[in-house]
């Protein structure tokens, strides 16, 4: 069973600095990986996708790499604003029966202004 | 990208009763599925709707308690019966084409409070 853990749990940093959030996962079997944010009281929006194949993917400011055969995913996001403050979530899939993602706890992430 | 809405937004309800989500696509799509998010926890999938069949439940949700039904490719309901302070949560919904190579989007999500 897919197990992930991501780190910090919780970031609180001025705006500006670039940070690094960590994902790691058990099963190294994946198909792709979706970083997505999750604020307070609403659903999810999805960030990046990146496929098995891939080694990164980038949008804007944001970079998500992936090392399949470590399990690890990184997210980065650059020169970042208040507006990133959010719950960031990283989901590998595995395929299996059912089709849907695993997720991780996520990072709580305050972006001080 | 789909665009997803559910109803209600959030409700109160009262332990032993029962309460039905929605979940309504912009567009056709292939799979659709149905999450928990309880308090402080990431989601964790409760069952895959299929359209014309059966759902599919992962480990730890049964039928019983969280009947599911996907009449067409654009609209699937979520009931959480017999509820009780446990059943507390943000459901959500999420859909997706070909799961496993192209993205998987959520909608906002149903809050719900068991008294």
């Known amino acids: 069973k897919q197990e992930v853990t991501q780190i910090p749990a919780a970031l609180s940093v001025p705006e500006g600095e670039n940070l690094v959030l960590n994902c790691s996962f058990t099963?190294?079997?994946?198909?792709?990986l979706q970083w997505f944010r999750q604020d307070p009281g609403k659903g999810l929006t999805s960030l990046l996708l990146?496929?098995?194949?891939?080694r990164e993917q980038t949008s804007g400011r944001l970079n998500a790499s992936l090392d399949k055969s470590s399990g690890r995913s990184t997210l980065y996001i650059a020169a970042s604003q208040p507006g990133d403050s959010a719950t960031y979530l990283c989901?590998?899939?595995?395929?299996?029966?059912?089709?849907?993602?695993?997720f991780g706890k996520g990072t709580h992430l305050i972006i001080q202004p | 990208s789909a665009v997803i809405s559910q109803k209600p937004s959030r409700d109160i309800c009262q332990r032993g009763t029962s309460l039905t989500i929605q979940c309504q696509v912009d567009?056709?799509?292939?799979?659709m599925f149905w999450y928990r998010q309880q308090p402080g926890q990431s989601l964790t999938l409760i069952a895959t709707?299929?359209?014309?069949?059966?759902?599919?439940?992962e480990s730890g949700f049964v039928i019983d308690k969280f009947p599911i039904s996907r009449p067409n490719l654009t609209f699937s309901t979520l009931t959480v019966s017999n509820m009780s302070p446990e059943d507390s949560s943000i459901y959500l919904c999420?859909?997706?084409?070909?799961?496993?190579?192209?993205?998987?989007?959520f909608g906002p999500g149903t809050r719900l409070l068991v008294l």
């Open positions: 099963d190294s079997a994946i198909y792709n």
């Open positions: 989901a590998p899939y595995s395929g299996g029966g059912a089709d849907g993602l695993t």
């Open positions: 999420s859909v997706g084409d070909r799961v496993g190579r192209e993205t998987q989007y």
């Open positions: 567009s056709q799509v292939t799979m």
């Open positions: 990146i496929q098995s194949s891939q």
């Open positions: 709707a299929n359209q014309g069949s059966e759902a599919t439940y």
